[in-house]
């Protein structure tokens, strides 16, 4: 059975960082799709970034762009999302996720395991 394990959340002064890391067992990062969606209450649960382990293309929310890094480690199939300058709308509780092999990285949308979520709360 696949299993995921994120990990890393806390709370954090606006400008700050974080990383988070997901831990996956049952699962090979190579030639799959990983991502990480978040969810605040209120509000529509969305995709952050995603990475196809294949070839290390990566997806990201515009609100995201050039703050966020989406990396991988697959000799110990753990995932990672590097969180810098944060600010307070990123506040929420963040999933890892991951499509069955096979599908597509190419939308939100294909995402069928689910990690337990880690909280991030930035303060202004």
């Known amino acids: 059975q696949v299993q995921l394990v994120d990990s890393g959340g806390g709370s954090v002064q606006a400008g700050g960082s974080l990383r988070l890391s997901c831990a996956a067992s049952g699962y090979t990062y190579s030639k799959n799709c990983m991502g990480w969606f978040r969810q605040a209450p209120g509000k529509e649960r969305e995709g952050v970034a995603r990475r196809y382990t294949g070839d290390g293309r990566t997806y990201y929310a515009d609100s995201v762009k050039g703050r966020f890094t989406i990396s991988q480690d697959n000799a110990k199939n753990t995932l990672y999302l590097q969180m810098n300058s944060l600010k307070p709308e990123d506040t929420a509780m963040y999933y890892c996720?991951?499509?069955?092999?096979?599908?597509?990285?190419?939308?939100?949308?294909?995402?069928?395991?689910w990690g337990q979520g880690t909280q991030v709360t930035v303060s202004s």
């Open positions: 996720a991951a499509v069955r092999p096979g599908r597509s990285c190419g939308s939100w949308d294909s995402f069928a395991y």
